[in-house]
């Protein structure tokens, strides 16, 4: 492990919390949004992610950036600072806010940002805290970005993929030779036959004066709108709400990053969500399927009976339900859209 540094040279754990979960609907609302579901364990996934952090011994902060409407829901959690952006606008604009207010107190931290709706089995835990230090060290004695990628179990297409160079640094990290959108899945299959390649989870750290130079250079427009705010001369609402892969790291040069072999998930929808909260159980309750196949159902007041059908997605709270192929779970959002569109509020 890293020694801790001294206060003028901190490292700073950030979650990021500002995901809607618009795919997760109506699992996630805005009373509840989905960093405040649980899975797998009987805390949220916002506070398996700062336990997670806080497992590593070199950070000296946990601190969280969001929106501040959803600074209610952080009364319950103890954190050390919290970075809180007017309006949400992407990941973008919440990494560079939160390192602009880093570098103003201490210009040599190190930054290590992890989304909160990622899913690691707690029995992870020490490994995932590994590869973080491992992660920071290189980062900062380099001055780069590195990036944690997993090493792909299955031809997923619902994850961007980095494909990494033969061109490796200290510690069997390796520089990001290419950034892979979401492949198809004939394009998927041939990505998990490369050994170079691996699923992007999000998860990276750099000397937070090397992620503002890598904004000013590659997001100017978002680094100028966010310094305009700060200095009181311009609205958050202008700042542009692109994520951050998009506005600087697909983009830059001095990207690194560490092949790591933890369980990870990201928790993006209700097909994801739902598989993982029956991965242990051999069936899952009240339900009962009579030639039907291959379903996820949470429905937890009823009985739910399925006859004749396959591969569907069932959800139910106290005033909606939800019923799609698992092929076509990521138009749940679409849903969404529409109860905006038509100002059912209610539903939210």
Not at 105 to 124: G, H, L, M, Q, T
Not at 142 to 171: F, H, N
Not at 225 to 245: H, K
Request: glycine share 4%; net charge negative.
């Amino acid at each position: 492990m890293i020694a801790k540094t001294s206060p003028e040279n901190m490292i700073y754990g950030v979650v990021l919390a500002g995901g809607s979960g618009e795919r997760l609907w109506p699992l996630s609302r805005a009373s509840k949004p989905k960093q405040l579901l649980t899975l797998g364990s009987d805390k949220t996934l916002l506070e398996q992610s700062l336990a997670r952090l806080r497992s590593v011994d070199s950070i000296d902060s946990v601190c969280v950036t969001s929106a501040k409407t959803f600074l209610p829901h952080l009364a319950q959690y103890e954190v050390d600072r919290i970075f809180a952006e007017p309006v949400a606008r992407n990941t973008g604009p919440a990494i560079l806010y939160s390192c602009l207010k880093i570098y103003e107190k201490n210009p040599d931290a190190v930054a290590v940002f992890s989304p909160a709706d990622a899913y690691i089995p707690d029995e992870d835990t020490n490994l995932f805290s590994n590869y973080v230090a491992r992660m920071i060290q290189f980062a900062r004695e380099r001055a780069c970005i590195t990036l944690m990628g997993v090493q792909p179990t299955y031809a997923a297409i619902g994850y961007g993929y980095i494909e990494y160079s033969d061109m490796r640094g200290k510690d069997s990290i390796f520089k990001v030779h290419q950034f892979r959108e979401k492949p198809s899945k004939e394009l998927a299959q041939t990505y998990i036959q490369q050994s170079n390649m691996l699923w992007n989870i999000g998860m990276f750290a750099a000397p937070v004066s090397v992620f503002i130079e890598e904004f000013k250079q590659h997001a100017p427009d978002m680094f100028q709108a966010m310094q305009a705010y700060m200095s009181g001369d311009g609205l958050y609402e202008d700042v542009p709400s692109v994520a951050v892969d998009y506005a600087v790291i697909e983009k830059s040069e001095n990207s690194w990053v560490l092949p790591v072999d933890f369980s990870w998930c990201d928790v993006g929808n209700l097909e994801m969500f739902l598989s993982i909260k029956y991965s242990q159980a051999k069936e899952m309750p009240n339900v009962i399927q009579v030639n039907a196949h291959n379903s996820l159902v949470e429905v937890p007041k009823k009985l739910v009976a399925l006859i004749g059908v396959d591969d569907l997605c069932v959800v139910e709270t106290d005033d909606a339900l939800v019923i799609t192929k698992r092929s076509e779970v990521e138009k749940v959002r679409e849903v969404v859209g529409q109860l905006k569109k038509n100002k059912q509020v209610e539903y939210l």
